[in-house]
T-cell receptor, first 118, second 114 residues
Framework: GAVVSQHPSWVICKSGTSVKIECRSL??????MFWYRQFPKQSLMLMAT?????????EQGVEKDKFLINHASLTLSTLTVTSAHPEDSSFYIC??????????????FGEGSRLTVL | DAKTTQPNSMESNEEEPVHLPCNHS???????IHWYRQLPSQGPEYVIH???SNVNNRMASLAIAEDRKSSTLILHRATLRDAAVYYC???????????????FGKGTKLSVIP
């Protein structure tokens, strides 16, 4: 099946620093990718929709200046957590769908990136 | 998107079938029923989806009630690797829609007993 890869799989950083997480579709092209956040023992919460070549669409309550999303190509979207603080510690997951799959094709998820902010 | 209701947790013995229920009484005629699962510390993975008819694939079967107000994910022989949180999600995909997102509920945590 199609593969979505995230990097890094885990990262520890100091409070106030910025962290970039990459999401790549390895064997298909994706005009749209989605970023989710998951806190311990909770479900996934959609943060934003990343659109290739245009601005991301953020869900209500998600600060676009804090969570910068860039989708510069059909196979890569990046999420940058700017000035990270301990409350940003979470499991960040991206997903993508093959743009050629049709309207109901399955979404492929990355393996997730665990961010710990000290 | 219409809401789904799933039990918080279920247990199954290894090698036995598992029936995971999902209620979606407010489902609309164009809502597809998707199932994903999430193993510990991993991203979700697709299991199966359907609209009206029952569906089978190598991972599972999806039984959809005639009125579509409920569905059941069937794992024919549970293994330890099937221990995960299973999410039942409805998604309306209008004709010509380029893409869609999924809204996850709390899902059902399946434990498999050796």
């Amino acid at each position: 099946g199609a593969v979505v890869s995230q990097h890094p799989s885990w990262v520890i950083c100091k409070s106030g620093t910025s962290v970039k997480i990459e999401c790549r579709s390895l064997d298909f092209q994706a005009t749209t990718m989605f970023w989710y956040r998951q806190f311990p023992k909770q479900s996934l919460m959609l943060m934003a929709t990343s659109n290739e070549g245009s601005k991301a669409t953020y869900e209500q309550g998600v600060e676009k200046d804090k969570f910068l999303i860039n989708h510069a190509s059909l196979t890569l979207s990046t999420l940058t957590v700017t000035s990270a603080h301990p409350e940003d510690s979470s499991f960040y997951i991206c997903s993508a769908r093959d743009r050629l799959a049709g309207g109901v094709g399955e979404l492929f998820f990355g393996e997730g990136s665990r961010l710990t902010v000290l | 998107d219409a809401k789904t209701t799933q039990p918080n947790s279920m247990e199954s013995n290894e090698e036995e079938p598992v029936h995971l229920p999902c209620n979606h009484s407010t489902i609309s005629g164009t809502d597809y029923i998707h199932w994903y699962r999430q193993l510990p510390s991993q991203g979700p993975e697709y299991v199966i989806h359907g609209l009206t008819s029952n569906v089978n694939n190598r991972m599972a079967s999806l039984a959809i009630a005639e009125d579509r107000k409920s569905s059941t994910l069937i794992l024919h022989r549970a293994t330890l690797r099937d221990a995960a949180v299973y999410y039942c999600i409805l998604r309306d995909v209008p004709p010509g829609a380029g893409s869609y997102q999924l809204t996850f509920g709390k899902g059902t945590k399946l434990s498999v007993i050796p």
